[in-house]
């Protein structure tokens, strides 16, 4: 696990100020919400973080390190982050738990510990009993799970998720919701959660970063935020 501190963060894209100057501090094992309209700059925060691309100007440290800065990247695998994107990106030719797997199997784990932290992982999100089921058979609330799955398998002290839920109708948005929510209280995973949705947001996060024209705006508990007139 570790904090993330983000200080006089930028990034232009040509002449463009994507972000203009953002300042944060995610507590350890905090679930942050980025939320903003589209534009905001909410993405470009998220590949900083991830690590895809380099910030023009400030740093991104994790857990004390320096992870980004115009000058040092650290290269997204050796972040110790895990990323769920909105289209959940599961292989449609692999079972449940070669697509969890499929991390570790990179990672060359002995078989032993394969197995415990693939049972593991199932287990958090509750997909034991479809593991050797195909995704064309899940539901897209489920084919969310794995990808979540797939991400806490490596054991992550970070985890990103971006518009996880904005493919899913409103039904199995709420149980996902309620599944990150869930999967968060239990794991304690250090979270930054990027949404356009202030009802996600809301219930899912315990800190939201309001996000305009490359800059955060407001800061604070869902309830600071959602409760001024
Ligand atoms: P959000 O995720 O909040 O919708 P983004 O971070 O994707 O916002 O984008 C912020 C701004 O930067 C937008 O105006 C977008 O058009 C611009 N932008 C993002 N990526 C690029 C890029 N690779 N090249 C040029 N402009 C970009
Ligand atoms: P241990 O492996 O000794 O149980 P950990 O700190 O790794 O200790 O895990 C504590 C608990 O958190 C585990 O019992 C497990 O339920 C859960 N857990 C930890 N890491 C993961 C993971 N990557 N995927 C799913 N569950 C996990």
């Known amino acids: 696990m570790s904090d993330i501190d983000i200080r006089q963060l930028s990034k232009s894209y040509g002449a463009y100020q994507a972000l203009k100057s953002i300042d944060l501090h995610i507590p350890d094992g905090a679930l942050l919400a980025l939320l903003g309209p589209s534009g905001c700059g ?9 690590g895809f691309d380099t910030p023009s100007g400030g740093e991104i440290r994790a857990g004390g390190e320096l992870i980004s800065s115009p000058q040092r990247v650290v290269p997204p695998e050796r972040r110790g982050i895990s990323l769920v994107f909105q289209n959940y990106a599961v292989w449609p030719h692999k079972t449940v738990a070669e697509n969890v797997a499929f991390g570790l199997k990179l990672r060359k784990l002995p078989r032993a510990e394969l197995d415990a932290r693939l049972s593991k992982a199932l287990e958090a999100v509750r997909l034991t009993p479809l593991r050797e089921r195909y995704p064309f058979e899940l539901s897209g609330g489920q084919q969310q799970r794995v990808a979540l799955a797939r991400a806490l398998a490596v054991e992550p002290r970070i985890l990103l998720l971006d518009e996880p839920l904005s493919n899913l109708d409103a039904h199995l948005r709420e149980e996902m919701r309620f599944e990150i929510r869930r999967v968060h209280d239990e794991l304690g995973i250090t979270t930054v959660y990027v949404t356009h949705d ?9 800190e939201v970063a309001v996000m305009k024209g490359g800059i955060v705006q407001q800061l604070g508990s869902p309830e600071d935020i959602f409760e001024r007139p």
């Open 42 to 50: 909410k993405s470009t925060t998220l590949q900083l973080l991830a």
């Open 198 to 206: 202030q009802g996600e947001a809301l219930v899912t996060a315990d």
